[in-house]
């Protein structure tokens, strides 16, 4: 049974219809011989029992019934047999069951026919469609209730297997959009509360003066009003520059990747450049560990200078010295390694440095809103890879690019 059952598995509906049919076939011809000769043997029985008897070759026995019988007989009720035909002696209910096999000798072929094409199609329908048919309509119905935490599991590998693993597949990346959506959603939220919580600072600051001149300025000399003119000013550039960079954030969510083929000896010179121009006051160490044999490689260029710079802009800000930069390529991934000497990470930070508005126990410039990561945590995702932040003798972050085998 196991052989049957691995016989049909790879096999396609097409195929496995037409060997049901010639199954359906070959059985119903089996069974209409079968119970056509049964009608006939049923029959034989019956005659044998009056050529016993009359002693009527097997021939004579099965001529027609032939009446001689003429007016004047049929009125006196006179009726002549012919004696070879054997059923004028078959009493009523021989006669019936007779007629019975005789028309059940031919009815049979259509009547098997049609009984097997019946249970064939049944047996079909069970073996080959239902199961599937039950998946499908199970998988449908929770996906349409937007309940993706199933697996379509079907082993056979015909149209409707494969069927199954396109639904699978279908339901695996609404699962996967899903997660994102609320990931977003939950991020955004984040966002939003953390926008609210540092715009209270400068927005409590600003009211304070503000009221302090409004009440205040007859009896205020002409150095403090402009003092307290100069501190709303400031407190205005801060807020001026928030609002720039939750502007900067929210583009980052509609960003398109537009990859293009760059020559990598390219790439190098300029992070080499831009490494040295940026790091002016640090001690730059640029590693170029790609091999010499690649060539090209699919990025999106910007993207990927973009995330430099402001990795190389926070190693500066906590570096003592050094700073290190390591390019390599690695399973069709462009990665980014940048390290600095500096304190690294604590336990908190290896956590959230990468959330919004999030700043180091060691941060002193008040200048930097905590973007820098979570900006380059978006457009690496965005770009088909992570971020990694982990201690080396320091901070170590990895931005990692996938690359395309084609161009978008």
């Known amino acids: 049974m196991g052989k049957i059952k691995n016989f049909f598995h790879n096999k396609s509906i097409k195929i496995s219809f037409t060997i049901y049919m010639l199954i359906c076939i070959f059985s119903a011809l089996l069974l209409s011989l079968f119970f056509s000769n049964l009608c006939q043997f049923g029959q034989s029985l019956i005659y044998k029992k009056y050529i016993n008897k009359l002693e009527i070759s097997n021939y004579e026995y099965k001529t027609q019934i032939n009446f001689r019988q003429t007016e004047e007989e049929r009125i006196n009720g006179t009726l002549y047999y012919n004696t070879t035909d054997i059923t004028s002696y078959f009493t009523p209910f021989e006669d019936f069951i007779d007629n019975i096999f005789s028309f059940f000798i031919w009815a049979v072929y259509p009547i098997c026919f049609i009984l097997c094409i019946v249970i064939t ?20 119905d929770n996906i349409s209730k937007n309940n993706l935490d199933f697996t379509i599991v079907y082993k056979n590998q015909n149209e409707l297997g494969r069927l199954c693993l396109s639904f699978e597949k279908m339901r695996a990346t609404l ?192 200048s930097h809103f905590g973007m820098g990561l979570n900006i380059c945590k978006i457009l690496c995702e965005k770009h088909g890879g992570s971020l990694i932040l982990k201690n080396n003798n320091g901070a170590t972050i990895t931005a990692i690019f996938k690359q395309s085998n084609t161009l978008i």
């Open 121 to 140: 199609s049944i047996l079909f329908y069970k073996k080959q469609l239902q199961i599937p048919f039950e998946i499908l309509d199970k998988a449908a």
């Open 175 to 366: 699962q996967e959009n899903h997660i994102e959506m609320w990931r977003q959603i939950e991020e955004r939220k984040r966002l939003n509360a953390a926008f609210a919580h540092d715009l209270r600072t400068p927005l409590t600051v600003l009211k304070g003066q503000s009221e302090m001149l409004i009440k205040y300025t007859p009896q205020m000399s002409t150095q403090k009003v402009l003092s307290t003119a100069k501190m709303m000013q400031r407190h205005i550039v801060r807020l001026e520059a928030y609002v720039n960079t939750m502007n900067d954030l929210q583009r980052l969510e509609d960003i398109e990747i537009n990859k293009a083929s760059i020559n990598i000896d390219e790439i190098i010179k300029q992070m080499r450049s831009i490494g040295l121009s940026i790091c002016q006051d640090k001690k730059f160490i640029f590693r170029d560990c790609i091999s010499k044999e690649a060539q090209q490689i699919i990025v999106d260029f910007s993207i990927i200078i973009r995330v430099y710079e402001n990795l190389l802009s926070n190693a500066i800000r906590f570096a003592k010295e050094t700073i290190f930069v390591t390019v390599k390529i690695k399973n069709d991934n462009l990665y980014l390694i940048v390290s600095d000497d500096g304190n690294g990470f604590t336990n908190t930070e290896l956590s959230n440095a990468t959330k919004p508005f999030y700043k180091s126990v060691y941060e002193k410039d008040n």
